[in-house]
């Protein structure tokens, strides 16, 4: 390395600062550039920290198995109201499925204070209860209805509380005139039908904060304890006088056992179980409640829901075995995308689906009967007009102009932006785009 001449004519450098080059040709480097100037000393060199974008919330990723379930479960409700098939409840026992489910989603939220979670819970609940009541009393005090028709007079009034906030069954009217060709006489207690799951969940609802701390405390103890009680119910170890209270706490334990189940599942406490465990126990259960379903004359036209110890037993089999299947799938497998839609659409209006289902149901079964008046139909194809497939396709057509009409109510419920038929059709048109872009070039 050798040093350059000294040359009279350079200015010697400044302190603190690089001299300037020597004239003439330099070789450069591309790849090195000159030091930053560096501030006088004393200067303030803190650069204002600049405020973090806030990341967007993201979503819970629903879990499109039980997605499949609870929409098989309304399907088999819709289609056991409708044909009456005692063995439908066995095949597959939607109840007690939905009360597994929601009790997995409840365990889920109570991750939040407890009194907030009730408080979502009941505000998604009830307003769309809150739209049939208006509809349902409407209609039926403008067909007679009054407070001398449940035998309490005074207390009629009170009674229509129970359709705010239904700690016990809302009053409806046994037999009203109905509309003559399109909506039948017992168009009121089939309204009336479906409340007491209503009634039930909020029952749930309200108890899940307890249940999940005994859950944590003394697992299969609380699992079991429904069933227990189901049991004394059902062998005459515990009797309760009047009719509210012992038709709640009879639901608490027909389907209480599949309720905590799901909150089990959620908890991770059914994973703890050896996999053969399970398989192993769960069949020999069911065995049991079928053959004390069959002892209690279930081959003679009875079917679970006249059972209550079978049906708990029976249910609590069968969500033990779908729960311990649970594959926990993110996307759909490749043969069941088809159906994404429709089952996107069926778990979005799951509750308006429940309530108006059997006043669709009967509304079929009215205009259908109608065309037995049709003597060219009944003559020549009498067997059209005995079969419940046509009534089917039409109450499910009605349950569609029904999630049009009064489903938005449970996006308001959910403080969503209404929709009127919410099966996820522009969310997946709306990733389109971005998916093709994402393959260009």
């Not at 009674?159 to 006489?185: M, N, T």
């Not at 996107?344 to 008046?373: E, F, M």
């Not at 005995?386 to 499910?396: N, R």
Request: net charge positive.
């Amino acid at each position: 390395m050798t040093t350059p001449p000294y040359d009279p004519t350079r200015p010697p450098a400044a302190a603190g600062f690089p001299a300037p080059p020597l004239p003439g040709p330099t070789r450069s480097a591309p790849h090195m550039t000159a030091p930053p100037l560096q501030p006088p000393v004393g200067t303030d060199t803190a650069v204002p920290a600049e405020p973090r974008p806030k990341q967007a919330r993201r979503a819970p990723v629903r879990d499109r198995y039980f997605d499949l379930l609870r929409a098989v479960a309304l399907f088999r409700v819709v289609l056991y109201h409708l044909m009456g098939w005692a063995w439908l409840p066995v095949v597959f026992p939607s109840m007690g499925v939905m009360f597994a489910l929601a009790g997995n989603l409840m365990a889920r939220s109570l991750k939040r204070p407890a009194v907030q979670v009730v408080r979502s819970r009941m505000r998604r609940l009830l307003p769309p209860l809150w739209l049939l009541g208006v509809v349902g009393v409407t209609g039926m005090v403008l067909q007679g209805w009054g407070p001398n028709e449940d035998g309490h007079p005074g207390w009629w009034w009170f009674h229509l509380v129970y359709w705010i906030l239904p700690l016990s069954d809302p009053p409806f009217a046994e037999s009203v005139p109905g509309i003559h060709g399109i909506l039948g006489e017992d168009w009121a207690a089939e309204l009336g039908g479906p409340l007491w799951y209503i009634r039930a969940y909020l029952w749930y609802v309200l108890l899940s904060p307890v249940l999940l701390r005994a859950l944590r405390a003394l697992p299969w103890l609380t699992i079991l304890a429904p069933l227990v009680l189901s049991a004394a119910f059902q062998f005459g170890y515990l009797n309760l006088p009047g009719e509210r209270f012992p038709s709640a706490l009879t639901d608490f334990s027909t389907f209480g056992a599949c309720w905590i189940l799901g909150m089990a599942h959620q908890e991770g406490i059914l994973k703890r179980l050896p996999r053969y465990v399970v398989p192993s126990v769960a069949p020999v259960i069911a065995a049991l409640g079928l053959w004390y379903a069959f002892r209690e004359g279930f081959k003679t036209g009875y079917d679970l829901d006249s059972i209550p110890f079978a049906q708990a037993v029976w249910s609590f089999a069968t969500v033990l075995l779908l729960l311990h299947v649970s594959p926990s799938w993110t996307e759909w497998p490749r043969r069941l995308r088809r159906w994404d839609r429709l089952i996107t659409l069926l778990n979005s209006r799951a509750v308006t689906i429940y309530l108006w289902h059997n006043v669709c149901i009967l509304v079929a079964a009215t205009l259908w009967d109608q065309l037995w008046g049709f003597d060219a139909i009944y003559e020549n194809v009498p067997w059209l007009l005995e079969s419940p497939w046509p009534v089917l396709v039409i109450a499910w057509l009605l349950i569609g102009s029904c999630i049009v009409w009064f489903g938005w109510m449970e996006d308001v419920a959910a403080k969503r932006r209404p929709q009127l038929w919410p099966d996820g059709g522009k969310r997946t048109a709306a990733k389109q785009p971005r998916a093709r872009a994402a393959h260009r070039g």
